[in-house]
């Protein structure tokens, strides 16, 4: 049991709360004498005006800047070497990201790129990044991917297949958690989102390489996605439920980072990555269904996730609160709008053949609670379909 042996927790990443707390970039970029940040982000949030609410103060400081808005979902490795070609040439020496997961993980690869040189596909897999990336400031304009606190950046390679970058040098430096950039996410974003964190922290809880320190990032993070996304997403004036969105997918990124996750990330990343499905989505769709699949594995667990769902399982035996939170996930997929199949949310099912064999690449499958083959993958695949 290679993995279970011994269990390190590392969540070195500064946290700083609170509805106007970008305020604090000047202050952090100081403790750092940095002088000139690049701002990653995507031409939605340019056009939003979320971008100036964070610019805004570095214009009233005079401090120089310079900007790269071409990230898109799914990110390409294009867009990392356009990123890291932005911070070249505005000489910069740091790493401002307002957006979502797909903004963090496209500045996480560029500010690899800057430090260490070379290609992005060079630095795939675990253990390959040797310089730590530019000072990063990570502010999240989603509740969904926790990238400001993970060691991961996804990014899609020309195969469509999604290749991640592992390693501690690629920890955001600061996570800066304020409503104010994410409490006007239309609706379709904060469910998907919102159900992406859900996913890291059903799945951290449940998965092989779980402990007590994760778990408690975990089940806290799985409360207050429970208590307060429906609010969230359905509202632009909900300060106090986006700000604990924002906590809650931090702590379920702190979490997944200690442990990893599961089938649900294995099959989803082949499906956004051929079908451009929005991660979240993707993960939302196949979550009841690979939870289904686990619950022999370990009831117990999810009997906990049942009560941290807000089911009522005092009376229920294990193995009915266990199946009490698959339903749990059921209706709130329904109550948030999200596609029943993953046919309703735009892929394929010929391309089943092709996304099991990639989701079996994935190191998850082997941390899923329930020992997975590829026959179950496909068979999984079709259930969600
Ligand atoms: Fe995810």
Redesign the pocket.
């Known amino acids: 049991m290679p993995y279970q042996d011994a269990y390190t927790f590392f969540s070195p990443t500064r946290l700083v709360v609170g509805r106007g707390s970008r305020a604090q970039i000047l202050d952090l970029l100081n403790t750092r004498n940095c002088s000139t940040p690049l701002i990653v982000t995507d031409k939605g949030l340019v056009a939003a005006g979320v971008v100036e609410l964070v610019t805004n103060h570095l214009d009233d400081a005079g401090i120089p800047y310079a900007t790269y808005d071409g990230v898109m979902p799914n990110p390409p490795i294009k867009v990392v070497d356009e990123c890291v070609g932005a911070y070249r040439s505005g000489r910069c020496d740091s790493i401002v990201i307002v957006g979502g997961g797909s903004s963090i993980d496209t500045a996480k690869c560029a500010g690899v790129l800057a430090t260490n040189g070379g290609e992005i596909a060079s630095y795939f897999g675990s253990g390959n990044v040797k310089e730590r990336m530019p000072f990063t400031i990570a502010i999240p304009t989603t509740y969904g991917?926790g990238s400001e606190v993970t060691p991961f950046a996804v990014i899609t390679d020309e195969q469509n297949f999604k290749a991640a970058v592992r390693g501690d040098e690629i920890i955001p430096d600061v996570g800066l958690l304020d409503s104010d950039l994410a409490v006007q996410l239309p609706l379709p974003v904060g469910a998907a989102t919102g159900m992406?964190a859900l996913?890291?922290a059903i799945e951290s809880y449940v998965a092989n390489t779980s402990n007590a320190l994760a778990d408690a990032s975990a089940l806290q993070a799985i409360r207050m996605i429970s208590e307060n996304i429906r609010q969230a997403a359905s509202s632009d004036h909900n300060h106090d439920a986006t700000e604990k969105m924002l906590v809650a997918s931090t702590l379920a990124g702190v979490a997944f980072s200690q442990t990893l996750l599961g089938n649900v990330?294995a099959m989803s990343h082949p499906v956004s990555g051929h079908y451009g499905v929005a991660?979240g989505v993707a993960?939302a769709v196949l979550l009841p269904r690979i939870m289904d699949f686990n619950l022999i594995a370990c009831p117990g667990r999810f009997a906990e996730i049942a009560a941290a769902l807000g089911e009522d399982v005092a009376d229920l035996s294990e193995t009915e609160a266990a199946d009490a939170s698959v339903d749990a996930v059921e209706a709130l997929n329904e109550e948030l709008g999200i596609p029943e199949t993953l046919s309703e949310a735009g892929a394929e099912a010929d391309g089943i053949p092709v996304m099991a064999e990639d989701a079996m690449k994935s190191i998850n499958i082997q941390l899923n609670p329930r020992k997975t083959t590829l026959d179950d993958v496909v068979a999984l695949y079709e259930e969600s379909f």
Do not use: C, L, Y
Request: no cysteine; net charge negative; charged share 15%.
């Open positions: 991917t992406d996913t890291h990330h991660h993960n």
